[in-house]
């Protein structure tokens, strides 16, 4: 398979998106904690709210669990369940997802409360939250990369959309062999911003549907538009 490996280091292509996507953290909702916050757990908090939807859903959600209910563990564990389902209603399956922050605030706060995610080791940090029921390893290594800086890649839709069109995993490699390729093409570096702008790529540009590859700051580089030419051209053969 053809790699946009071999046309082009990580750095050079990480310069080019920057240099090309705009990356607004009002648009993250991992983000919004982070800046107006400063607290891990909520934090945490958003990245669960985010799962299988998109950001600005999360984010309603996020605003709404704020002002009706709070973000701090205690918060959530003194809260009627039903006043966190029914705040985080717009980012959907707010069921599963209400339970997910239940079970985190009740795991912070034996593992003995907000601190602990700032101060343990964050391999323990995995271990603990990895122990949550509907909390995997995509929501902590978002959380781990966001709130520690730990250079992990999180693959999302749009992560391993991109990384087989660039030739760098098969496509329906796993979760662990997308996200290992990514650090690798990447060199390990800023990892967290590359994750970001593989998400804005994925919305401009390397669109799941009619990827508008003619206006990509990567046309020179990435293997797909010409890989895509090639197999229309042998599907017009064989016609
Ligand atoms: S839009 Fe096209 S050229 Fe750009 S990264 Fe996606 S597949 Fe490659």
Same mark, same amino acid.
């Given at each position: 398979?053809?790699?946009?490996?071999?046309?082009? +280091?990580?750095?050079?292509?990480?310069?080019?998106?920057?240099?090309?996507?705009?990356?607004?953290?009002?648009?993250?909702a991992? %983000?919004i904690p982070?800046?107006?916050?400063?607290?891990?757990?909520a934090?945490?908090i958003a990245?669960i709210l985010s799962?299988?939807?998109?950001?600005? /859903?999360a984010i309603t959600a996020y605003r709404r669990l704020r002002?009706?209910?709070?973000v701090?563990?205690?918060?959530?564990? *003194?809260?009627?369940?039903?006043?966190?389902?029914?705040a985080i209603?717009p980012s959907?399956?707010?069921?599963?997802?209400?339970?997910?922050?239940?079970?985190?605030?009740?795991?912070?706060?034996?593992?003995?409360?907000?601190?602990?995610?700032?101060?343990?080791?964050?391999?323990?940090?995995?271990?603990?939250?990895?122990?949550?029921?509907?909390?995997?390893?995509?929501?902590?290594?978002?959380?781990? /990369?966001?709130?520690?800086?730990?250079?992990?890649?999180?693959?999302? +839709?749009?992560?391993?959309?991109?990384?087989?069109?660039?030739?760098?995993?098969?496509?329906?490699?796993? &979760?662990?062999?997308?996200?290992?390729?990514?650090?690798?093409?990447? /060199?390990?570096?800023?990892? $967290?911003?590359?994750?970001?702008? %593989?998400?804005?790529?994925?919305?401009?540009?390397? +669109?799941?549907?009619?990827?508008?590859? *003619?206006?990509?700051?990567?046309?020179?580089?990435?293997? &797909?538009?010409?890989?895509?030419?090639? *197999?229309?051209?042998?599907? $017009?053969?064989?016609?």
């Open positions: 398979m053809q790699s946009i490996a071999d046309r082009a +280091t990580g750095a050079r292509v990480l310069e080019a998106l920057r240099r090309s996507l705009r990356v607004d953290w009002r648009d993250y991992a %983000l982070l800046r107006e916050d400063g607290s891990p757990f934090v945490l990245i799962q299988n939807t998109n950001d600005k /859903n002002s009706r209910v709070g701090r563990p205690e918060d959530i564990l *003194s809260a009627p369940r039903e006043a966190i389902e029914e209603r959907g399956m707010y069921r599963q997802k209400a339970s997910a922050i239940i079970g985190a605030a009740k795991a912070v706060v034996e593992a003995g409360g907000e601190r602990a995610l700032e101060t343990l080791p964050p391999e323990e940090v995995r271990r603990i939250l990895e122990g949550v029921k509907g909390i995997g390893r995509k929501t902590v290594d978002v959380f781990l /990369n966001v709130t520690r800086g730990v250079e992990v890649f999180a693959v999302d +839709t749009h992560a391993q959309r991109i990384a087989w069109r660039w030739g760098l995993a098969p496509r329906k490699a796993s &979760y662990e062999k997308v996200s290992t390729a990514l650090a690798s093409f990447f /060199n390990g570096q800023d990892l $967290g911003e590359a994750h970001r702008l %593989l998400i804005a790529l994925g919305r401009t540009y390397c +669109t799941a549907r009619r990827p508008r590859c *003619s206006e990509c700051p990567l046309r020179e580089v990435c293997p &797909y538009p010409s890989r895509e030419s090639q *197999s229309a051209g042998q599907a $017009g053969d064989r016609g």
